[in-house]
T-cell receptor
Framework: SQKIEQNSEALNIQEGKTATLTCNYT??????LQWYRQDPGRGPVFLLL?????KEKRKERLKVTFDTTLKQSLFHITASQPADSATYLCALEDDKLIFGTGTRLQVFP | DTGVSQDPRHKITKRGQNVTFRCDPI?????LYWYRQTLGQGPEFLTYFQNEAQLEKSRLLSDRFSAERPKGSFSTLEIQRTEQGDSAMYLCASSSQLAGDGEQFFGPGTRLTVL
């Protein structure tokens, strides 16, 4: 069955550092992968989409890479801020979205 | 139009009762999705509509769950004979098949507690 894995442990980093989150998947060949941010008690919010033929995509302080050979996507937040603290979800699309469990990021001053 | 809305935001019910949730998508979006999310997990797909047609249902969706989108606009999700295991956040999302990057826009969710 399709499986998407994200680090279940929270990631704690200091303000100003780069946060790197990992998403690995198996038994799937997605055309593209999406990243969402979710704050407690709220619905996910779309951040970035990367297609299988794209190695890297950037949006402001965010960068996503996609390695279809390794079946892995990395999500980077540069110059992190306490306001970046949230849970970050990766999702593969097959008409509907198949989500990973999410990684909680905590940025402390 | 300010986004996807869901009603109610919270619902507490007793085991065995029926509940119905409503989702109003972004008006120009033709696709509407229902997901369920429990604590510490990512959202789990339940079903989705393209216009008024229900195109896919998760195998995890029991016969007690039914969803409708009668006019291709708002949707309802009904759970009959609720069980404690149904307690979760129920999320609705919408998207446009033809526009954007394929992103889905999520509502705030309905938190269901079954006692």
């Amino acid at each position: 069955s399709q499986k998407i894995e994200q680090n279940s442990e929270a990631l704690n980093i200091q303000e100003g550092k780069t946060a790197t989150l990992t998403c690995n998947y198996t038994n799937y060949s997605p055309a593209y992968l999406q990243w969402y941010r979710q704050d407690p008690g709220r619905g996910p919010v779309f951040l970035l989409l990367i297609r299988e033929n794209e190695k890297e995509k950037r949006k402001e302080r965010l960068k996503v890479t996609f390695d279809t050979t390794l079946k892995q996507s990395l999500f980077h937040i540069t110059a992190s801020q306490p306001a970046d603290s949230a849970t970050y979800l990766c999702a593969l699309e097959d008409d509907k979205l198949i989500f990973g469990t999410g990684t909680r990021l905590q940025v402390f001053p | 139009d300010t986004g996807v809305s869901q009603d109610p935001r919270h619902k507490i019910t007793k085991r065995g009762q029926n509940v119905t949730f409503r989702c109003d998508p972004i008006s120009e979006h033709n696709r509407l999705y229902w997901y369920r999310q429990t604590l510490g997990q990512g959202p789990e797909f339940l079903t989705y509509f393209q216009n008024e047609a229900q195109l896919e249902k998760s195998r995890l969706l029991s016969d007690r769950f039914s969803a409708e989108r009668p006019k291709g606009s708002f949707s309802t999700l009904e759970i009959q004979r609720t069980e404690q295991g149904d307690s979760a956040m129920y999320l609705c999302a919408s998207s446009s098949q033809l526009a954007g990057d394929g992103e889905q826009f999520f509502g705030p969710g309905t938190r269901l507690t079954v006692l």
